[in-house]
């Protein structure tokens, strides 16, 4: 099993978690998985400063994103970025 996001293989003991997108499932590691909350969370918290710092993070660590992780991410972030309150500049 790898990661849909990094690409990383799953190591012995090591738990991935599943995440249901449409009719298909996919297996985020540990690290991917926490920056997705973060993001969430962020947003939760209209953080905007921690928002731009984990999603660009979060973008660095998909070197192998499958295709059904970029189609899921694009939604998520749609998502999210709705509930967002862009400062006025
Ligand atoms: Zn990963």
Redesign the pocket.
């Given at each position: 099993m790898v990661?849909?996001?990094?690409?990383?293989k799953k190591k012995l003991f090591e738990s991935f978690a599943a995440v249901k997108y449409k009719q298909t499932q996919m297996n985020?590691?540990v690290?991917?998985?926490d920056l997705a909350y973060k993001v969430r969370d962020d947003v939760n918290e209209q953080n905007n400063d921690n928002y731009e710092k984990h999603l660009k993070e979060w973008q660095q660590?998909a070197k192998k994103p499958s295709d059904i992780f970029l189609a899921w991410q694009q939604e998520f972030l749609a998502q999210l970025e709705k509930s967002l309150k862009k400062e006025e500049s």
């Open positions: 990661c849909d996001c990094c690409g990383r985020f590691c690290d991917c998985n660590r």
